[in-house]
């Protein structure tokens, strides 16, 4: 039976903290989904509604840091979900970075004489593999 104020408190920080927190180690597996079923439409939906549950998660563990404290297993939770974000972000990277070779790959560094963008100008390619007019 729970009866001094502190097993009462602790109780209620779990009680508030749960939803949100529950809600983001969703949207972390839903994204994980996503990317490893290659869609592209899900992969933007997850990844603003996993940005809207990290707001959220951390809009309520920093109250509850300012009001006394977080328990120790929301905060182990919390600790493993931002590690899977840095981990998920680090494979975006990569496959960014890839792509980014591939595409250098495929183009040329200098485009060949009469190729010009939308305006009539000559396109010239940056390094980084996007286009500038």
Do not use: K, W
């Not at 109780?11 to 903290?17: C, D, G, K, P, T």
């Not at 997850?46 to 809207?52: P, V």
């Not at 496959?95 to 495929?106: C, E, G, S, Y």
Request: aromatic share 2%.
């Amino acid at each position: 039976m729970i009866t001094s104020p502190n097993e009462m408190l602790a109780l209620q920080r779990v009680a508030e903290l749960e939803p949100p927190l529950s809600a983001l180690e969703t949207c972390l597996a839903g994204l994980a989904q996503a990317l490893c079923n290659n869609d592209a439409v899900a992969i933007e939906s997850q990844a603003t509604e996993l940005h809207r549950a990290l707001a959220r998660a951390v809009t309520h563990f920093s109250r509850a840091a300012r009001q006394g404290g977080v328990p120790p297993v929301l905060r182990q939770r919390l600790a493993l979900a931002s590690g899977q974000v840095a981990a998920q972000r680090e494979a975006l990277a990569r496959a960014t970075a890839a792509l980014d070779r591939a595409i250098d790959v495929l183009l040329p560094d200098h485009p060949l004489h009469g190729v010009y963008g939308a305006a009539g100008a000559p396109e010239r390619h940056l390094r980084s593999g996007q286009l500038q007019a």
